[in-house]
């Protein structure tokens, strides 16, 4: 039987969730599907509100897939693309906009779909945006370094 793409979808936040929290970071999920998927914070002992909270916000892919929008973005200060979710994830961080353009590479930041769109996709990624994507993998840095 088909795995609804809901659940596929809640799975890779649930991921991501868990490799925050096996990092001692505490991790909220808001219960509208409308902004962010994942508020990232941590308490100060004896603290019960956080000084600082980094929305992030996660996309999946069943294999390997490149699909990134610029307004991403604009709702969360960090985005995590997992990859090969329902086999063995792979866990790429983004913080910035620079950073997706530096794993599209020159030649995709600079085209119609990213510029104008805002969008850009890729199905089959190659052998050169594997290796632009590499340096962006397992960034929990990215992240934790915010709190």
């Known amino acids: 039987m088909a795995v609804h793409s809901a659940l596929i979808g809640k799975a890779g ?9 096996r990092r ?3 991790v909220a999920q808001p ?13 100060e002992p004896g603290s019960t509100v956080p000084s600082r909270i980094v929305p992030v916000q996660v996309k999946f892919a069943s294999n390997v897939a490149s699909n990134f929008h610029k307004n991403w973005l604009r709702k969360s200060t960090t985005l995590v693309l997992v990859w090969r979710l329902e086999t063995t994830p792979e866990f790429y961080i983004f913080d910035s906009l620079a950073r997706i353009e530096e794993a599209l590479g020159a030649t995709f ?10 969008v850009y996709a890729v199905t089959s990624p190659g052998a050169a945006v594997l290796e632009r994507m590499a340096p962006h993998r397992d960034r929990w ?3 934790i370094g915010q709190l």
């Open 13 to 21: 936040e649930m991921m991501v969730a868990a490799e925050l929290m």
């Open 141 to 143: 840095d990215r992240i």
């Open 31 to 43: 219960h509208s599907d409308v902004g962010v998927d994942l508020l990232a914070y941590r308490l």
């Open 109 to 118: 930041s600079a085209s119609m779909s990213w510029a104008e769109n805002r």
């Open 24 to 26: 001692g970071v505490e």
